[in-house]
Each structure stands twice: as structure tokens, then as C-alpha cells.
DNA sequence: CATTCAAATGATAACGATACCTCAGCCGGC
DNA sequence: GCCGGCTGAGGTATCGTTATCATTTGAATG
């Protein structure tokens, strides 16, 4: 029995060194002395035809030890300028280039980020993971890109992957404020930036725009065109900008004495128009309508095309969010220009700053960025072209 | 000398079942009697603190090797009911996960596709991704995605990047048609779908849509129209789609036996606004105009508004790509509609059965998408919705 | 009953990089 | 001249998984 349980037996190689007998005896295990018998233990050593070059090739063609090789590439420790020189002529002779995988692994570093956006269908988060993807490029990273649809759970399950891919940082817009899941917890010492949108963990790191302050003036733009009964048509409040927006409209219409009138989860045309319709029935109606973003202007579009409400002689209308064709709608949109991949930018940059820095700190940077009041023709403004304020 | 050098063998799990007092001494082996003597080869065994639960624990609880809980786990052979079972139970006690690094490391597999799209703020690409990252989750494959801003350098760069971090499958929006890089040669047996514009290497997947047929189908209605004098204008030629669109046009000019006025390399509102003034400058100047897509319809907008030309009235107008607000321009538009969605989902389901199949075929399936006629104001017809054609 | 065969499972060796530890020189200070 | 510290470089274990081969067992076959 003695024998072959041995053979069962892993030797280190230092064993083998030091007690030939021993060491001998597996060897003998090991490659049996028939050939014929068929069962040759020993791997067949790797085919040498085609294969990529690995750090050892390197190495053994350079000289030296894999390590040293290693330390060429990281460019972390002191290697003397022959040696280095040496390796990096094997290692262009042989164009060599390091497996990204065994590194990510080994490593603690994969030299990619999440990002995780709730669609990106949407041309403002587009235009986010747009300057995201622009960032990492410049900066050798990868983006892994996620959608979330605006579901806590979903955005829950996609963090997570990110994390079991061992993103070295990540970057989201998080869905709903309140129902969040997002917490350190799950991120560990993993640099996290939330742009757009906040998370309620204080520790990470938020790049928001001045949602409040912009639609504050925007509001104010309207009374200054005299408007008295200015009504704000919103997506769902659980939304932070929606919610952000509408307060700051809020603030205007009070300071102003003026009495505010929002409708919330407008959600399609038909409902657009279920309220406008509403809205309009008789006198005391809004005579201008602010939207929370830019699906909800659409909506509201629709409506006025469909009501053959005229703007802005019947209706002013302002808006949320530029997007790429308000100036030739009919009439051409007033709306609060948000700078979609300035944000997008500012958040890459933070996370990558973090990433660099590797530290997690208690209370995370607040980045808020200004916002545009673009006056077209919908709040009344005579102008050929726009005015943009700020 | 003999019994720390038998702490350095490993056991199988079964000998420590069977042979208790020689399990024992490896187990003392292990942890070093004396710290002070400074000089411990063997490694100190991992901190038991908080470590992630690994292959080899679930194994252990399990009472198995580590083989069969692998099996298990990906489950392409038979494990007995049984054994599974007790695997799943070790598996859901330690709420073990597999490390993905180390899976797509060793493994040939890393659960994760690449996207490579010319820019991501175009609303019609950012579509086609939406429709990929939806695909991909619905799998469970990551997307990672990068742009190419169009250039054929950077693109072969970052499909080169895809390569490196061992992407299943590979889906792309290829830039410059002739002066593409990419072949096979780069791609190995990594399958790849080109959509939206194909390849000149006819081993790739290509996805499209019917750019030449719906433009033509377009300008035959503007024919109908009673137009005579139509003009085409659209960004550069090297690019696929562009070119192939005014293919479309031409023929359909031809056949009507009308005489083709393509103007190309209209990439401003500036330049736009030149080509119109000089076209539309005396009379026998195109009394209609189709443009190559949403960029070239906007620049010639803008160009429209500055001129005071009145649209259908003095020049009808029909685009390629249907956006976001396209009913609610003055006047609505006309355009030739392309399922972003679609083409995105049919071009990751490509991908994926090619992934699941495995081969690589010498000729790849061609994939093409029909168009819609989305019939609005702009190109004189009366209806007050948008009729859709095909 | 011996032999063959298949199914189920285990042991071991990679995969390709980095971390940790060791060691050989070399320097300056005593 | 000896010693301790410093620097550059090498050896090797290790990360967590899967591929390959070996082994065990029981049933089926002749």
C-alpha cells in the first residue's frame, strides 16, 4: 500500500532537491519506466507552435527573473536602466504583451469601471456614458456599461456584478433616492461617484447640477413675461431631479405670492393631454407650463399639437434638459440646458481621482455643476436666436 | 528532518479520513510550533477573517473535491442527484460565488461582450446599445463598451483592447467602409457581428437595414409629389450608410429619368447654409431636399430658418431616421424610419447563438432590416397624423 | 466468474501574473 | 577589516478556477 500512496503525494520542489530517495521514488511514480504502458502521468510540455508569449518568455530570453520583468512593466520598483533596457528589447522582440486577465486576477487592479445608467435610449444619459467612456479611454480604462430601467432592484443586482468583476471603480446614476440599496457596504473600499442623481450614503462621491437653482429662474423668467397661473407637468417625484425641479419652482411661485400647481407621473400622451385638457377647461387655467425634463415636454407636446393650443399666444411652455432639436420644434423650446457630458466628465474625473488616490474617505466631494436658462421663442421671448443666461 | 517535511505534503481528504494519527500531524505541521524562530517558509495559512468563501471550502463542507462542485456549477456532466444536492446546500451555507476573474481567467469563457460604436451621443446609436446592454442582461453577459469616433485607427485599437480582455463575442458599428482594419486575422474564433454598416471580411455577421430601398422608396415619393428637381444631402461619402442611401436616390432619380443633385461633406450649419443659398439662388434650384440622416436634417433646418424658406411650401423636405421629437419640427418631418432597437437586439442575438454554437463559419449571415416611410408635413402631404409605410 | 465498460468522482497541474521573502553585493562608518 | 543597511534581482508560493487524467464502483456482458 506504502508505495503507491505516495505517489498521491504533492512534493515541493525543494523536496525533490534535498532527499534524492525520496524524491526519486515519486519520480518513479511519476513517469512509469514502460512507455508502452500507456499511462505517462507527466502533462505533455505546452505545445511550443503559436502560443503567446508569456512574462517567462520574456524573462528567459532577457536574462532574468520573471520578477524582474514584472517590475519593468509596473515601473513601481527601481529596476537599473540595462536590465530595463534588456527586457524591453525581449519584450518587443517577442511583442509581448501582458494578459490582462491573469493580472486582473492575481492583481488587485482589472483596469475598468462600471458604469450603471437607468437607459440609455434616453439622449441626456447618453450623452453622460458618452464623456464616461470618453474619460476612461483617455485614461486606459475600460467601461463596463449597465442598464438599471429605473429599478432599485435591478440597479442592486448590476452593482453587485460590477463588484464580483472587480471594477476598480464605479460610476452611477442611482434610480429611485429613497428606495435606493446602494451602500458602502456592498462597494467595500471600491471608489464609488453618483452623478445626476444622489444616493442618501454621504460617503460617496455626487456630481449633481443646480436642478433647483435652474428651474427657480426659469419660473421666474415666466412671471418676469408676467405670467400669474404657471402650471409644472412632472414625471414621478420619486425621481430626484422631478422632485428637485418642482421645489425649486415651488420656491419662485412663493416667493412671488404666486399660488403653484404641479401635477405629477405624467407618464404618457394620453395622460398629457387628459390633463391639459383639464387644465384648460374654462378660465383660471395656466396660462404657461413648465416640464420636468424632456419626455414630459414631449407629452405635453403632443397634447398642445393635439389641443391646437397656439404657443406661447394661448400657452408659454418651458422645459427641462436641451436636447438636440429644440430649436426648430414649433415654436422653438425655452428650456434649462443641463451639460450632459460635463457632468459625465466631472464624475469620470472624481472617480478617477479616487481611484489614484486609493483612499475611501468619510464624507465624499459634492460637485454641482451650473445650469443654462436657453430663451427661445415657447416663453414668449421675442429673440431671432437664443439668449442663454448664466 | 522527516516530520516537517511531511507538513509540506498535501493530503487527499479521504487519507484523513482513513488515517487519523497522520492527518494530525499535518494539521500540527501547519501551524508553525515556534514563531520566534523568524524563518517559516510555508506561507502563513490565510487569515480566516472575512475571507470570501472559495471553491475549495464549498468542497470541503461538502465532503466532495473541488472538481465536483466545478461540475456542479457549470453543469455540463453528470453529477448524482444526490451529490448535488449536498454540493448546493455547502454552495448556499457559505453563500458562496464564484470568482468571475479567476473563471474567465482559466476558463475560455468571460461572460462578457464587447460594443464598439462610432460615438455614444448620437441618439441612433445610443439606441442600438440600449438594445445590446438589454440582450446582454437578459444572458448574463457584461457589455464593454468603447467608441470609435469614427476612426479606423482608433477602432482597430480598441477592438485590439476587446481582444486583450478576452471577450466572448465582439458586436461593432464599423466606421470608414474601405479603410476598415479589422479582419479575422485579429478576431481569431472570437465571433463578431458588424450592424448598421458592414465589413469588407465576409466571415462577419452583418446586420443592416434597407438604406438604398428606403431611400429610394422615399424619393419616389417625393416623385409622386410632383417634384422634378431633387436635391441629396448628406455628410461624407465614406461612410456606408451615407453612400448607400444616396445609391438609393439615384436610382430612383434615374429610373423617373430625372436628373440626381447629391452635395456631400455637409458636416455645419455654416456649410448647409452655403449649399442651400447657392442652390436655392434663382430659379431651376431643387424645389426638394433629402437628407443623408438626423445630422445633415438639422444642419439643413437650421439653414431653412435662416432663410426664411417655407417648408413644404417652397421646399419639401424629407430626412433618413426618425427622432425623438420629429412630429413636433415645424412642419413635422418627413423621414425614412430604422428600428435602432431592432437592429441592436437582432445583431446581439447574432452574437449570442454564434457564442453558443461555437463555430466560425467562412461566410457570415447577412441580416437586413426593413425601414418604415414616415409620412408628416414636411414633404407636402395632408394627413394630420403621420402615416406609416411598410 | 472474469472482463469490459460506463458513470461518478478525485487528485493534480496548469493558467500567467504578482507578493513576499531571500540573497548577493556594495557602501560607509566604526 | 567587519558589520549593518541598502539596493537590485531572483525564487517560489499563490490567486481560484478548470482540463486532464486516474480511480473507484457497480452493472452488464460473454
Given at each position: 500500500m506504502e508505495a503507491p500512496q505516495c505517489g498521491k503525494f504533492l512534493y515541493p520542489s525543494s523536496a525533490r532537491a534535498h532527499n534524492a530517495s525520496f524524491a526519486g521514488e515519486i519520480e518513479l511514480a511519476k513517469t512509469p519506466a514502460a512507455p508502452s504502458a500507456g499511462k505517462v502521468k507527466q502533462r505533455a510540455?505546452?505545445?511550443v507552435v503559436h502560443r503567446k508569449p508569456t512574462m517567462s518568455d520574456v524573462a528567459r530570453l532577457a536574462g532574468v527573473g520573471t520578477m524582474t520583468v514584472s517590475?519593468?512593466?509596473?515601473?513601481?520598483?527601481?529596476?537599473?536602466?540595462?536590465?530595463?533596457?534588456?527586457?524591453?528589447?525581449?519584450?518587443?522582440?517577442?511583442?509581448?504583451?501582458?494578459?490582462?486577465?491573469?493580472r486582473a486576477f492575481r492583481g488587485q487592479t482589472s483596469r475598468s469601471i462600471g458604469l450603471i445608467i437607468p437607459y440609455l435610449y434616453d439622449p441626456f444619459f447618453a450623452n453622460c456614458a458618452h464623456a464616461v467612456t470618453t474619460v476612461a479611454k483617455e485614461r486606459g480604462y475600460s467601461v463596463i456599461i449597465t442598464t438599471s430601467d429605473e429599478d432599485p432592484k435591478t440597479e442592486y443586482a448590476e452593482a453587485d456584478q460590477m463588484m464580483e468583476r472587480h471594477v476598480d471603480g464605479l460610476l452611477v446614476i442611482p434610480s429611485r433616492f429613497r428606495q435606493s440599496l446602494l451602500s458602502r457596504s456592498l462597494f467595500g473600499k471600491t471608489p464609488v461617484v453618483a452623478f445626476d442623481r444622489p444616493v442618501s450614503d454621504p460617503s460617496i462621491d455626487t456630481?449633481?447640477?443646480?436642478?433647483?437653482?435652474?428651474?427657480?429662474?426659469?419660473?421666474?423668467?415666466?412671471?418676469?413675461?408676467?405670467?400669474?397661473?404657471?402650471?409644472?407637468?412632472?414625471?414621478?417625484?420619486?425621481?430626484?431631479?422631478?422632485n428637485t425641479r418642482f421645489l425649486g419652482y415651488r420656491r419662485a411661485m412663493q416667493s412671488a405670492g404666486l399660488q403653484a400647481d404641479a401635477v405629477f407621473d405624467c407618464t404618457s400622451e394620453e395622460m398629457a393631454l387628459r390633463i391639459l385638457t383639464d387644465k384648460l377647461d374654462g378660465n383660471g387655467g395656466p396660462t404657461a407650463i413648465l416640464t420636468s425634463n424632456t419626455l414630459a415636454t414631449r407629452?405635453?407636446?403632443?397634447?398642445?399639437?393635439?389641443?391646437?393650443?397656439?404657443?406661447?399666444?394661448?400657452?408659454?411652455?418651458?422645459?427641462?434638459?436641451?436636447?438636440?432639436?429644440?430649436?426648430?420644434?414649433?415654436?422653438?423650446?425655452?428650456?434649462?440646458?443641463?451639460?450632459?457630458?460635463?457632468?459625465?466628465r466631472a464624475a469620470a474625473s472624481l472617480l478617477f481621482d479616487r481611484i489614484a488616490r486609493g483612499e475611501t474617505p468619510h464624507t465624499g466631494h459634492r460637485v454641482v455643476l451650473p445650469v443654462e436658462l436657453v430663451l427661445r421663442r415657447s416663453c414668449g421671448c421675442k429673440h431671432r436666436s437664443p439668449v442663454v443666461l448664466n
Open positions: 510540455p505546452r505545445p517590475r519593468v512593466l509596473s515601473g513601481t520598483v527601481r529596476v537599473s536602466e540595462e536590465t530595463t533596457q534588456r527586457v524591453q528589447t525581449a519584450i518587443d522582440q517577442l511583442k509581448y504583451r501582458p494578459n490582462v486577465l491573469a456630481v449633481l447640477v443646480q436642478n433647483a437653482i435652474g428651474m427657480r429662474h426659469m419660473t421666474e423668467h415666466l412671471i418676469e413675461h408676467g405670467h400669474q397661473r404657471i402650471a409644472y407637468i412632472g414625471l414621478s417625484r420619486s425621481l430626484f431631479t422631478i407629452y405635453v407636446l403632443s397634447a398642445i399639437a393635439r389641443l391646437g393650443v397656439r404657443v406661447p399666444q394661448d400657452l408659454a411652455l418651458a422645459g427641462f434638459d436641451d436636447f438636440d432639436l429644440a430649436e426648430f420644434t414649433s415654436p422653438p423650446l425655452t428650456v434649462v440646458r443641463q451639460a450632459a457630458q460635463e457632468m459625465g
